[in-house]
C-alpha cells in the first residue's frame, strides 16, 4: 500500500516539477521525440510491408512448383551466364512431364512475350502476352470477375479468344464491357471472353494484372515459334511438397538426358525461396531501423540524465526536508525516476501525434497502419528509456545525507 502512495505522490511531484519548468522539459525531449517517431514510422512501415509481401506472395501458391531455365534469383553474372548456355525448356517436354508427373492436380506450360495491345482508338504499350492452357487458372490461383477462363479444346485449337488481367482490361476499356469485344495483339484480333480479379503489382512480372493470357497454340503460331517454356506444377498435397518436387526434378532430368551425377540444367522454385528472401530483407531493415533508433534514444537518454542531475542540485534542500520528516531512499528514488519516465512519455505522446498523419501516407502505399501494439511499444520504450536515463540522478538524490542537503543553499 505504501508503495501505490508513494507512486501517487511522486507522479504529482514529477508533473508539478515537468510543468515548472515546460521549456527545459521540452527540450530534453527532443531526442526521444526523433526516438520514438523513428520506431513508429519503422514498426508500422516493416507491419504494412508483411502484409502487402503475404497477400502477394499468397497468389504465387506454397504448393505451387515453378520450372525454368534461370532461378528466381541469381547472384552473380557468372550464374546468369550458365543459366543462358542451359537449353530450352520445349513443349515435347512438357508433354512429358504431364504424362509421368504422378504427384501434381495440375500443370501448366507458359511462355511469355511483350506486345502492344489496341482497341478502338485505346492503346496500351508492354503489355505481358502469356500463353498458356486451361490448367493455368489452377496453377496461378486467377480468379475470374467477368466471363469464363479458357477451355481445354480452346487452349489446344485455334479460336483467338483471351483473358486479360484487371490493369490491362482498365486501360482499354472505360465504359464498354471488355466481355465479347475483340481486342488486336500484334496483327491479330483476339476476342475477350474473360477478365481476372486483381492480384496487385507487389512482384511486378508474377502478376497478371497487365497481362493477356491467350491459348497456347496461337502464342506459338502468332508470336513465338520456338519459345523458352516455363512450367507450373501444383502438388496433389502441400505436406508432399518436397516428395512431389523431387519426382519432378527426377522427371526433367531424364527428359533433359542428364547423366548421374551432372549438375541439373534448370531451376525448381517455389514459393518458400520468396518467403526467406523476404525474411532476411526484412531482418536488414529492422536491424537499420533499431540501430538509428537506438542512437536517437541513447542522445535523448544522455540529454535526460543530464536534465535530472541539474534538477536533483536544483531540489537538494526540498530532498533534505522530505528526508528529515520521514521519507525513505525508496521514496526519493520513485520520484525521480517518474519524473524521468513522464518526461519521456510525454515525448512518446507527441512523437506519436507527429508520426501518426505520417502512417496516413504509409497506409496508402504499403497498407500499414499505426496499430495499438506499435503504440503500445513506443510508450513502453519511451517509459524504459526515461527509467534508465533517470536512474542514476534518483539514485544520487536518494542517497543525498539529509543534513547535508538541508545546509544547500
Not at 523513428?38 to 497468389?59: D, K, P, Q, Y
Not at 553474372?77 to 495440375?106: C, F, N, Y
Not at 536534465?307 to 526536508?321: K, N, P
Not at 525508496?330 to 510525454?346: M, N, P
Request: charged residues 20%; aromatic residues 8%.
Amino acid at each position: 500500500m505504501n508503495i501505490v502512495i508513494e507512486t501517487i505522490e511522486g507522479l504529482r511531484i514529477a508533473l508539478g516539477a515537468i510543468w515548472a519548468n515546460k521549456l527545459r522539459s521540452g527540450l530534453a525531449t527532443l531526442g526521444i521525440v526523433i526516438g520514438i517517431v523513428t520506431v513508429t514510422l519503422m514498426g508500422t512501415a516493416i507491419e504494412g510491408l508483411n502484409r502487402s509481401f503475404l497477400e502477394a506472395v499468397s497468389t504465387i501458391g506454397a504448393d505451387v512448383l515453378y520450372v525454368q531455365r534461370f532461378s528466381w534469383f541469381i547472384d552473380s553474372w557468372e550464374e546468369w551466364i550458365k543459366s543462358e548456355k542451359r537449353q530450352r525448356i520445349t513443349l515435347a517436354q512438357v508433354k512429358a512431364v504431364e504424362k509421368h508427373m504422378r504427384m501434381a492436380q495440375a500443370i501448366a506450360p507458359f511462355a511469355e512475350t511483350r506486345r502492344p495491345v489496341k482497341y478502338k482508338n485505346r492503346r496500351s504499350d508492354s503489355v505481358t502476352v502469356i500463353g498458356t492452357t486451361d490448367q493455368f487458372q489452377f496453377t496461378k490461383g486467377v480468379s475470374i470477375t467477368d466471363g469464363r477462363f479458357m477451355t481445354a479444346p480452346e487452349a489446344e485449337g485455334g479460336r483467338p479468344i483471351c483473358v486479360l488481367g484487371a490493369t490491362a482490361a482498365t486501360n482499354l476499356f472505360l465504359i464498354e464491357p471488355p466481355v465479347g469485344n475483340r481486342i488486336r495483339l500484334g496483327q491479330q484480333l483476339f476476342e475477350v471472353v474473360g477478365v481476372m480479379e486483381k492480384q496487385g503489382d507487389f512482384f511486378g512480372d508474377f502478376s497478371v494484372d497487365n497481362a493477356v493470357i491467350i491459348p497456347l497454340q496461337q502464342f506459338v503460331s502468332s508470336f513465338w515459334h520456338y519459345p523458352d517454356f516455363q512450367i507450373q506444377v501444383k502438388v496433389l498435397e502441400l505436406a508432399r511438397l518436397e516428395d512431389a518436387k523431387e519426382e519432378l526434378r527426377g522427371i526433367m532430368r531424364r527428359i533433359r538426358r542428364l547423366a548421374p551425377g551432372a549438375e541439373d540444367d534448370f531451376s525448381i522454385d517455389q514459393q518458400e525461396m520468396f518467403l526467406n528472401m523476404f525474411k532476411r530483407v526484412s531482418r536488414t531493415i529492422a536491424s537499420v531501423g533499431l540501430f538509428i533508433t537506438g542512437l536517437s534514444l541513447f542522445v535523448g537518454g544522455i540529454g535526460i540524465m543530464n536534465i535530472m542531475f541539474v534538477s536533483v542540485t536544483e531540489r537538494t534542500r526540498e530532498i533534505g526536508i522530505r528526508k528529515a520528516i520521514g521519507a525513505k531512499r525508496r521514496a526519493i528514488l520513485t520520484q525521480f525516476l517518474i519524473e524521468a519516465a513522464s518526461i519521456c512519455v510525454l515525448g512518446g505522446i507527441l512523437a506519436l501525434s507527429i508520426a501518426y498523419p505520417v502512417t496516413l501516407l504509409l497506409k496508402k502505399y504499403l497498407g500499414g497502419a499505426m496499430s495499438p501494439t506499435v503504440v503500445g511499444i513506443a510508450l513502453a520504450v519511451a517509459a524504459l528509456t526515461g527509467i534508465v536515463s533517470g536512474f542514476f540522478p534518483a539514485w544520487r538524490a536518494a542517497r543525498l545525507n539529509p543534513v547535508d542537503a538541508l545546509r544547500n543553499e
